[in-house]
């Protein structure tokens, strides 16, 4: 008897830890509205790292972008259901190089990661096929992921994570070696460069 009711005590107390345990929320903020959500939004459950990813894809650019993940984690502060990370998703293309500078410069300050991609988040995909350290403009990303998949590249695609999860081992090598070739450079000479596979290893690990 006295067994049983110490079970239930330790199963009670179980219970009420669970039902006051802190939710793990990742937030990921985007620069696009549909490229990079559609992509993280297929990403499987993986309870060993997080109980939900909170994706939103603003449409805004990069210092835009910062401040608006900024103002979504003070609110989720506020209603007591904090991040337990926050990560913005962004490409340097055709925007001042000021303002790309300080959009990296405001997220450190503020302990915001960025996944950020040189030209575009492209290179990301194309590093799933092979290593590819030359500069490219959007129309010639386009056209090597159209010859990559055997198939058109279509920009919003919702089956990309499908169609390249299993090269995603092989992209992540790839990211990581253009990283150690680009990092050490001004930001404005390293293209290409992507450090999307940070937040990929984070979602994996």
């Not at 079970?7 to 219970?15: G, N, S, Y």
């Given at each position: 008897?006295?067994?049983?009711?110490?079970?239930?005590?330790?199963?009670?107390?179980?219970?009420?830890?669970?039902s006051?345990?802190?939710?793990?929320?990742?937030?990921?903020?985007?620069?696009?509205?549909?490229?990079?959500?559609?992509?993280f939004?297929?990403?499987?459950?993986?309870?060993?790292?997080?109980?939900?990813?909170?994706?939103?894809?603003?449409?805004y650019?990069?210092?835009?972008?910062?401040?608006?993940?900024?103002?979504l984690?003070?609110?989720?502060?506020?209603?007591?259901?904090?991040?337990?990370?926050?990560?913005?998703?962004?490409?340097?293309?055709?925007?001042?190089?000021?303002?790309?500078?300080?959009?990296?410069?405001?997220?450190?300050?503020?302990?915001?990661?960025?996944?950020?991609?040189?030209?575009?988040?492209?290179?990301?995909?194309?590093?799933?096929?092979?290593?590819?350290?030359?500069?490219?403009?959007?129309?010639?990303?386009?056209?090597?992921?159209?010859?990559?998949?055997?198939?058109?590249?279509?920009?919003?695609?919702?089956?990309m994570?499908?169609?390249?999860k299993?090269?995603?081992?092989?992209?992540?090598?790839?990211?990581?070696?253009?990283?150690?070739?680009?990092?050490?450079?001004?930001?404005?000479?390293?293209?290409?460069i992507?450090?999307?596979?940070?937040?990929?290893?984070?979602?994996?690990?």
């Open positions: 008897m006295g067994h049983d009711k110490l079970f239930q005590k330790r199963a009670a107390e179980l219970r009420r830890a669970e006051t345990r802190q939710l793990r929320i990742i937030l990921i903020v985007c620069e696009g509205s549909k490229t990079e959500p559609n992509y939004k297929a990403f499987p459950e993986n309870q060993r790292v997080y109980d939900e990813i909170d994706i939103q894809g603003m449409g650019n990069t210092v835009s972008l910062v401040k608006k993940a900024i103002q984690r003070n609110e989720a502060q506020k209603n007591r259901r904090p991040y337990q990370e926050v990560w913005c998703v962004f490409d340097r293309d055709s925007f001042p190089l000021e303002s790309f500078n300080e959009a990296l410069a405001l997220a450190k300050r503020e302990k915001i990661r960025c996944a950020y991609s040189i030209e575009a988040f492209e290179i990301w995909y194309l590093l799933h096929f092979y290593y590819c350290d030359t500069a490219l403009s959007r129309t010639q990303y386009s056209e090597k992921l159209t010859v990559a998949l055997d198939a058109e590249y279509l920009k919003n695609d919702t089956k994570y499908e169609r390249l299993d090269k995603m081992g092989k992209a992540i090598q790839n990211a990581k070696k253009l990283y150690t070739f680009q990092y050490k450079k001004t930001i404005k000479d390293q293209n290409p992507t450090t999307v596979f940070e937040l990929v290893e984070k979602l994996q690990s």
